[in-house]
């Protein structure tokens, strides 16, 4: 075994108990925790150098919460997507791939987002995804409408960088 995996193993032998413990008093489930815990443990191994670790736990720690912050937005998205689906005058059933495919894309544009203020990103969306005019959003949001209509380039440009 060559050093890097000697370390791997170690790390994981001396701190997957207690990461686990901790998750499983955080999120009370068993099985949300061990799935919690082996994803930060395949993130540490995707890590260059493991060996450069000096505060496992602090490093355990940190990688675990940006995953349960990640699982709770996520899990509220996919909360909003069904709650609009099932308020659809017509109610669609989009297929499990469907589903899967658009919870992808919202994930992926909230994450695009994510450096925008809260204002700009409800501008942003009222515009492109509501259809909305900037006029009604101005109201709305309590700006004048110039401003809507910077806050909707500033999605665009977030939303053009990844394009280009």
């Given amino acids: 075994m060559d050093i890097r995996n000697q370390s791997l193993h170690r790390l994981f032998g001396e701190h997957h108990g207690w990461l686990f413990e901790r998750l499983r008093q955080r999120l009370a489930c068993r099985h949300d925790a061990a799935d919690m815990a082996?994803?930060?443990?395949?993130?540490?191994?995707?890590?260059?150098?493991?060996?450069?670790?000096?505060?496992?736990?602090?490093l355990l720690t940190t990688i675990a919460?940006?995953?349960i912050f990640?699982?709770?937005?996520?899990?509220?998205?996919e909360r909003a997507y069904l709650e609009t689906l099932a308020t659809e005058?017509?109610?669609?059933?989009?297929?499990?791939?469907?589903r899967y495919l658009v919870m992808e894309t919202l994930l992926e544009v909230d994450r695009l987002l994510g450096g925008?203020?809260?204002?700009a990103r409800a501008a942003f969306l009222f515009s492109q995804v509501d259809?909305?005019?900037?006029?009604?959003?101005?109201e709305e949001l309590g700006v004048s409408v110039t401003r809507v209509h910077?806050?909707?380039?500033?999605g665009l440009k977030a939303c053009y960088r990844v394009e280009s």
């Fill in 131 to 138: 259809g909305r005019t900037h006029a009604s959003i101005a």
């Fill in 38 to 58: 082996a994803e930060t443990f395949a993130q540490v191994v995707a890590l260059p150098d493991p060996n450069a670790i000096r505060e496992p736990r602090a």
């Fill in 150 to 154: 910077q806050y909707v380039v500033q």
């Fill in 89 to 98: 005058e017509h109610p669609l059933a989009p297929s499990e791939e469907e």
């Fill in 70 to 77: 990640a699982s709770w937005r996520r899990r509220d998205l």
């Fill in 65 to 67: 919460k940006r995953l």
């Fill in 116 to 119: 925008l203020s809260s204002k």
